[in-house]
């Protein structure tokens, strides 16, 4: 059997992402950690385009990830937490705080992330550098603008993501609101 029919009949003819069945296509999750089936996935064009051009993103169309970041294939989970990561909509928030990957595999979600970087290093306030999917802890109270409330001195974010453009946000949840925090304003978490 080959590495194309292996990833056809695990995914069933079907998007392994959308489980559409048109315009199906074999996808190498990069950088590839494994070999064979398991570094591939069966994905539609419409998939595929997002993936490979943020700019044609539709979020709705990523609604799907509710199901598909549940398999047991780590390939899938990779693609699933990478885009759940870029969407940064409400609900693919939740979704990413829901979602379990082994260390093996979130280290591989997060391998493209690293290779992105572009030299852009983010400190707390103790200059300890931090990595998406860190805690922090609030280190003074912050008036969140447009949500009403104030975030108290102590308050800890968990699961934060790093700001791609600029070292000195970080984005993370607090009562529920997705928000930008200043990296001055927080101490990384043991």
Not at 82 to 96: A, I, V
Not at 97 to 105: C, F, G
Not at 171 to 182: D, P, S, W
Request: net charge negative; aromatic share 6%.
């Amino acid at each position: 059997m080959t590495i194309k029919q292996e990833v056809e009949a695990r995914s069933e003819s079907k998007c392994e992402l959308c489980s559409t069945s048109e315009d199906l296509n074999m996808y190498e999750v990069q950088p590839a950690r494994v070999e064979g089936a398991e570094a591939n996935v069966f994905i539609c064009g419409t998939c595929q385009t997002q993936i490979e051009d943020s700019e044609q993103i539709d979020p709705n169309h990523w609604r799907c990830l509710t199901d598909s970041m549940w398999t047991p294939v780590p390939a899938v989970q990779v693609l699933a937490w990478r885009m759940l990561k870029e969407l940064k909509t409400d609900w693919s928030q939740d979704l990413l705080d829901m979602i379990y990957l082994e260390e093996d595999t979130l280290e591989w979600a997060k391998s493209l992330e690293e290779d992105a970087g572009d030299g852009i290093v983010h400190k707390d306030s103790n200059g300890v550098v931090l990595q998406a999917g860190d805690s922090v802890t609030l280190i003074k109270d912050l008036n969140v603008k447009g949500a009403n409330f104030v975030a108290k001195r102590g308050t800890p974010v968990r699961r934060i993501t790093l700001d791609k453009n600029n070292e000195n946000h970080i984005e993370g949840k607090i009562n529920g609101q997705h928000i930008v925090i200043l990296t001055e304003y927080v101490k990384k978490t043991k």
